[in-house]
């Protein structure tokens, strides 16, 4: 008798991915997001990013500026293939956001600038009717 396995990819607004290669800034960002009722996984590695993107656990893509160059245009590229209709925050220091960037926050705005964006993307606290 054979099984079927099927894997259903859900996509939840609500869902953040947090990408540094900084574990000190995930644990911080993770903290202050999942205290205003996100959930949030955070991962250092490209590689754990890219399993959370291809497995469809996508609503918000949480990228810090400390990732590198091609670490931020194949993890955003493939978020956008796999990910269409989710959205993209940097955490920025000093340099320029990518073109692509849908909201920017700079690393010392704090955790409530982050949690209002983030609440801003996922739709939470945003009534597009009104906007």
Do not use: Y
């Not at 644990?27 to 009722?37: C, F, K, T």
């Not at 956008?80 to 010392?108: L, S, W, Y």
């Amino acid at each position: 008798m054979r099984h079927l396995n099927i894997v259903m990819l859900v996509r939840n607004a609500n869902k953040i991915l947090s990408f540094s290669p900084d574990t000190a800034a995930l644990q911080s960002r993770e903290s202050a997001l999942r205290n205003s009722g996100f959930e949030v996984t955070s991962v250092w590695s490209e590689s754990q990013a890219q399993f959370e993107i291809e497995m469809g656990r996508c609503g918000v893509l949480l990228m810090c500026f400390r990732a590198s160059e091609p670490q931020i245009k194949d993890l955003t590229t493939l978020f956008r293939k796999n990910c269409p209709d989710g959205h993209i925050i940097f955490v920025m220091k000093d340099k320029e956001p990518p073109v692509f960037a849908e909201a920017v926050v700079a690393e010392n705005e704090g955790p409530q600038t982050l949690i209002s964006v983030a609440s801003q993307m996922a739709g939470k606290g945003l009534d597009r009717r009104s906007a």
